[in-house]
């Protein structure tokens, strides 16, 4: 499965929207998504410490990509309980979609911007302004992966109206578990 063609195709009521309507198999898509938020998060980190120095970005290529590893081990489970809970019964494959897709999405549009960030480490070096940048970047791919899952669920599942609170619930708690994680990993990797 194409993970480019099911993201995109979200919005023209495509491609995962399609897959999830007809029941068909998400392991391809699960894969993909899982390898995609782990590379494109790698290759920002790698960016993003590049200015400093060389360990700096491997380290920090390491960080992230532990960071979102155990974020997304988490958040699968967290947003199958919080459909549970309140009572839906959607397969598991179905709601793993949501949080992949999120993922996804962000790994995607970070994987882009990381030669934009490189090319400011190198120039810039070290800068405590360019934290602010860093943060605006990937608020903005955190934005628009919120947007591409909701539309998502929105589209594909038959009963979208009751899925506001579970997926509030889960995409809070991934908030949560990626900032503890960052804490928790940062004096491994300093």
């Given at each position: 499965?194409n993970?480019?063609?099911?993201l995109?195709g979200?919005f023209r009521?495509?491609g995962?929207?399609?897959t999830?309507?007809?029941d068909?198999?998400l392991?391809?898509f699960?894969?993909?998504g ?5 590379i494109?998060?790698m290759?920002y ?19 992230i ?9 988490f958040?699968i ?5 919080a ?5 839906r019964e ?5 709601i793993?979609a949501?949080?992949l897709?999120?993922?996804a999405t ?8 990381a030669?934009?960030?490189?090319m ?10 360019a ?5 605006t970047i990937?608020d ?13 669920v ?11 609170i579970p997926?509030?619930v889960?995409f ?13 990993l940062n004096?491994f990797?300093?």
């Amino acid at each position: 499965m194409n993970i480019l063609s099911s993201l995109f195709g979200i919005f023209r009521q495509r491609g995962l929207v399609n897959t999830i309507k007809n029941d068909r198999s998400l392991a391809g898509f699960a894969l993909s998504g899982i390898m995609l938020s782990i590379i494109g998060g790698m290759l920002y980190g790698f960016a993003m410490g590049i200015g400093l120095s060389y360990d700096t970005a491997i380290k920090d290529a390491v960080k992230i990509g532990l960071v979102i590893t155990p974020g997304l081990l988490f958040s699968i489970p967290i947003f199958w309980v919080a459909y549970r809970l309140l009572g839906r019964e959607e397969r598991l494959a179905q709601i793993a979609a949501v949080p992949l897709t999120l993922m996804a999405t962000t790994a995607i549009i970070l994987a882009i911007m990381a030669p934009i960030v490189f090319m400011l480490s190198v120039l810039a070096g070290f800068s405590p302004d360019a934290v602010y940048i860093h943060i605006t970047i990937i608020d903005l791919a955190l934005l628009v992966g919120l947007y591409l899952a909701g539309t998502l669920v929105y589209h594909s599942f038959s009963d979208h109206k009751g899925l506001i609170i579970p997926n509030t619930v889960g995409f809070l708690m991934i908030a949560v578990i990626l900032v503890v994680l960052i804490n928790f990993l940062n004096p491994f990797l300093t």
